[in-house]
């Protein structure tokens, strides 16, 4: 890790400097005068930001490439919306509900994922989705999760009902 | 219309107050605190469209910025750690 | 007819928003107000910046919208995960009516 944030390579310099770039160019949106200065100032300021923080992208360039990558990245979209309307509905319910019926517990799961990159969007993932929130993650793939209305303390039981839901869209996208 | 929305907004940041000031342990300050954080983003977009000016956006990227780096300090802090570990 | 549409999922976050704050004042301990109150405030505040989004169209108001909704969407969560953590390091007990803490066990 400390040689890679030291030297980084030429593919995640590009890969930083594209998408800082794009951001960029989405901030200042109306293109219709074409504004040299704003262009050529912001590639410049990519430039220097991918040279200075290419290495500690953890993202592998070359499989940004991929465009099946991109086909599940959107049906992933379209499940987190689902999925976090679900848990609106449900948050709302018990908030709303004269008793507050929660039975809340820390469990732990089990994932299989391996790259960094995908065990963070898992881990978000697992924030916004109903009754669940991510407290803790172990070196050896363990998530430590806490449901507000447990209904198995298990790891096998729990790690299909919480973590069943995303992790075959994330290892289509990130692996 | 808008006036309803924001009117929610406000009642909602009253809400996040009474938690900041009553919360029993620091935790539930600092949750306070991260919520109204972002609820000022919905504000800075109300008004966004309250007067018809793009900038109120930009105001509100940089404060959501401002918002999470915030919160991960007082995360930091809460759990005993120096912010350089 | 996309004002209309803006405007009342604008509504419909503010109404979520405030749901995630009445949550906040009565769930019974700090990860369960994190959780309902997370959950409940990043879609509200993302829908506003949709109905934004919808109600202005695509310009410059728009685009800045869309980087907030998916600024928020990724910001949101990860200060919840880092709260809590914090929370549970400095040790702050889970609610007495909880059922199971692996996490303290396995400490």
Known sequence: MEEAASK???????FVFTVTLAVWLLFTWPFAPVNWAMIIAGSLVSLVSGIVLGGLATLHPVKGLNPVRYFW??????????????ANLDVAFRVLHPDVPINPGIVKVKTELKSESAKTALANSITLTPGTMTVDISDEGYLYVHWINVSSTEVEEATREVVGRFEWLLRRIFE | MIEFALSLLTLSAFLCLFRIGSGPTPADR??????LGILVVGFCALFAVITDRAFYLNIALAWGLLSFIGTTALAKHLEGKKFDE | MSEIAGYAIIIIGALFNLFGCIGLIRLPDVYNR???????????????LLGVLIGSGVGPTGMKALAAIVFIAITAPTAAHALSRGAHKSGIPLWEGSVVDKYEEEK
């Open chain 1, 8 to 14: 980084p390579k030429i593919s995640k310099i590009v």
């Open chain 3, 34 to 48: 994190l959780q309902g109150s997370t959950k409940c405030v990043t879609l509200g505040t993302c829908s506003i």
């Open chain 2, 30 to 35: 600092m949750v306070g605190i991260d919520i």
């Open chain 1, 73 to 86: 990245g959107g049906c992933y979209v379209f499940a987190l919306a689902w999925w976090v309307m679900v």
